[in-house]
């Protein structure tokens, strides 16, 4: 133990502090706060935003198409820094999106099949009836290949919003939020590797279904380490990025492999924990090869009590969260107001779909599968709450920006920007003033 801090029952267990902690811990726990990553992404928001319509604008917008790549012979492998982001950056986004939902369906509260069918029929409902309400107004016009902008829904933002209410929602409903959430934004990815891809090259498809194959028997063969998976997901990435498809849907496809499995068990390392108490007291430890073989036995149990999928997730949460979603926000969310048009058909296609395509489509799609008796309704969530959910759902922000940018020629990108921050906007206000009224009559009418 460290010389400052005395052992004590009190602390026996923890791990000894030293000066850092005093900067480090703060850190550590806002990190964990449930909307800490929501309010990061909105002050990037408003970061880009206020750069975009500065005098630093030209500035701002040259730097993001700084091209940085590697060239090995007549291999040329470069891109932008935008593209760099938005390639890279959101594959381990959509990654960890999909290790939340597998966790969800095998370790979490959607082992329930009929629990997983509403939360997935919840998200088909949000992925196909926005995309109605945009082909009203676009149907037959040059924004008619953004339908794909209204499908999916911002976790992060969401995860925020319901964070605010607090202890006024059951917890069901933030199960339901972020698994339907989390389904429709890895829906929204085969969107975009499909619609919005180039012409395939399917030698290249080969090579990425036999890096697939190969990540398969690694999980079969029990090979444990991180940093071998990285480096043939990496090779399996760069087969897609070659082959026309979007490559982002890398990261879904390698979290669904993910093992969900513990190499070892709770009371295995138990076993091994009193072995290693038992076979020399505390101040008998001397360092030697024994014994640091011995700790290193039980450290690795001990992290490997740990899933695959747990312990990516631990892993890669604030990376995502703190590094990869803002800098997506600071080099995707800057719109200039100036050229704008709040008029724009695009704007409002975008508006509507989201405004009244998210509640309608999700509530709607919901209720066919409960009335259909394929799907029930978690205990203490209600329709009312489905339909305030709903509302929050059309906070599109990431995906739908994300998405745009595929779509939109250059001279459309700032209407259809607009259209996802007013929309966004009005969703998350609606959502939070509708769940808020309705929890309170809700618990006026219990009492």
């Known amino acids: 133990m460290s010389k400052r801090e005395k052992i004590t029952p009190t602390n026996i267990t923890r791990l000894p502090k030293g000066y850092i902690d005093w900067i480090s811990q703060p850190i550590y726990r806002f990190i964990h706060i449930e909307s800490a990553a929501g309010i990061v992404l909105f002050v990037s928001t408003l970061v880009a935003i206020s750069l975009a319509n500065s005098n630093l604008s030209e500035s701002f917008t040259r730097f993001w198409q700084i091209s940085v790549g590697v060239t090995f012979g007549d291999l040329v492998f470069e891109r932008s820094l935008h593209k760099w982001i938005n390639d890279v950056g959101m594959t381990l986004f959509f990654f960890l999106i999909a290790l939340e939902l597998k966790r969800e369906l095998v370790l979490g509260e959607l082992r329930n099949p009929r629990l ?33 902008t209204v499908m999916a829904t911002d ?38 590797a499909i619609g919005y891809g180039d012409s395939v090259n399917w030698m290249s ?15 079969f063969l029990g090979i444990r380490s991180i940093v071998l998976f990285s480096i043939v997901g990496g090779m399996i990435w760069i087969a897609i990025d070659m082959s026309g498809i979007h490559p982002t849907i890398t990261g879904v496809i390698l979290g669904l492999l993910t093992p969900t499995n513990k190499w070892v068990s709770k ?37 490997e009590t740990l899933s695959p999928v747990e312990r990516l997730e631990m892993l890669l949460h604030p990376w995502v969260g703190f590094v ?15 050229t704008a048009n709040l008029t724009s058909p695009i704007t409002l296609a975008i508006f509507l779909g989201f405004i009244f395509g998210k509640p309608i489509g999700i509530t709607l799609f919901s209720w066919i599968a409960v009335r259909l008796k394929i799907a029930i309704l978690p205990e203490n969530l209600n329709w009312g709450m489905i339909i305030g959910g709903g509302m929050l759902a059309g906070i599109g922000f990431t995906m739908a920006l994300f998405i745009a940018e595929l779509a939109y020629d250059p001279n459309q990108i700032n209407s259809a920007k607009l259209g996802i921050f007013l929309a966004s906007i009005f969703s998350a206000f609606l959502g939070i003033i509708f769940l808020r009224y309705f929890s309170v009559k809700e618990k006026r009418k219990d009492a």
């Open 116 to 148: 997983a069918i509403l939360s997935i029929a919840a998200a088909l409902g949000g992925m196909l009836v926005p995309p109605l309400f945009y082909f009203l107004i676009q149907f037959g016009e040059s924004g008619q290949h953004g339908w794909g």
């Open 155 to 192: 976790t992060a933002f969401v995860i925020g919003c319901l964070a605010l209410l607090g202890r006024s929602i059951p917890s069901s409903l933030r199960i339901f939020m972020l698994s339907m959430a989390v389904v429709d934004d890895i829906g929204a990815i085969f969107v975009v």
């Open 205 to 219: 498809i080969l090579y990425a279904l036999l890096g697939f194959i190969i990540v398969r028997v690694m999980g």
């Open 267 to 303: 009371e295995h390392l138990s076993i091994i924990m009193d072995t290693v108490v038992s076979s020399s007291t505390i101040e008998q430890w001397s360092g030697d090869k024994v014994e640091g073989e011995t700790l290193r036995t039980a450290a690795a149990a001990a992290r």
């Open 324 to 338: 990869v979603l803002p800098l997506f926000a600071l080099s995707n969310a800057g719109v200039s107001l100036t």
